[in-house]
Antibody, heavy 118, light 106 residues
Framework: QVQLEQSGDEVKKTGDSVKVSCKAS????????LHWVRQSPRNGLQWMGWINPNTGDTKFAQNFQGRVTMTRDVSVKTAYLDLSRLTLDDTAIYYC???????????WGQGTLVTVSS | DIQMTQSPPYVSASVGDTVTIACRAS??????LAWFQQRPGRAPKILISAASILQSGVPSRFSGSGSGTEFTLTISSLQPEDFATYFC?????????FGQGTRLEI
């Protein structure tokens, strides 16, 4: 079955960067886009962007342009989210999610809590 | 960006009841609307795609309808495991956007 296994929770300081990984199994990694979504009580669910695991092409939400990088390593079926210049507002649970067939997100990782403090 | 507005934010119900949750898009999104269920401490789980397509393994008491700007999720014969938070998500254009959620409580 489709599984997305994310890296562990992180604690960071303002101005730091964080890297979250998402290891896929149970399906053809290169075929399905992977999206990143974050969730916080203040901002709800926010879509951050996607990566095409086959080509490495990416698309980001305007809110994160210039601070976000998405990469992948096909050999280990893993996608990565890098977010730089962290602020307190970046405290959230970060999810990777596989693109579904209907412009949706059909499988989600378990989430990675990123806590940013001053 | 397309704004997604869910109502009500909270609904109180009992086992066996039928509830309906609404989701409105700020502009037309055709049928590109998904519904998710999220239990505390868990990731969202997709229930319905393309406004009305039940995902595999999802009980038939869940149903979705609508197109354009108005959508509904109906849960009939509520079961104890249905008490959770429900979100809608539009997939018509990027950025994907989500409703603020409806918390279904006993």
């Amino acid at each position: 079955q489709v599984q997305l296994e994310q890296s562990g929770d992180e604690v960071k300081k303002t101005g730091d960067s964080v890297k979250v990984s998402c290891k896929a199994s149970g399906y053809a990694f290169s075929v399905y886009y992977l999206h990143w979504v974050r969730q916080s009580p203040r901002n709800g669910l926010q879509w951050m962007g996607w990566i095409n695991p086959n080509t490495g092409d990416t698309k980001f939400a305007q809110n994160f342009q210039g601070r976000v990088t998405m990469t992948r390593d096909v050999s280990v079926k893993t996608a990565y989210l890098d977010l730089s210049r962290l602020t307190l507002d970046d405290t959230a649970i970060y999810y990777c999610a596989r693109a579904g067939d209907w412009n949706d997100l059909d499988s989600w990782g378990q989430g990675t809590l990123v806590t940013v403090s001053s | 960006d397309i704004q997604m507005t869910q109502s009500p934010p909270y609904v109180s119900a009992s086992v066996g009841d039928t509830v309906t949750i609404a989701c409105r898009a700020s502009q037309g999104i055709s049928k590109w609307l998904a519904w998710f269920q999220q239990r505390p401490g868990r990731a969202p789980k997709i229930l319905i795609s393309a406004a009305s397509i039940l995902q595999s393994g999802v009980p038939s008491r869940f149903s979705g309808s609508g197109s354009g700007t108005e959508f509904t999720l109906t849960i009939s014969s509520l079961q104890p495991e249905d008490f959770a938070t429900y979100f809608c998500q539009q997939g018509d254009r990027f950025p994907f956007t989500f409703g603020q959620g409806t918390r279904l409580e006993i």
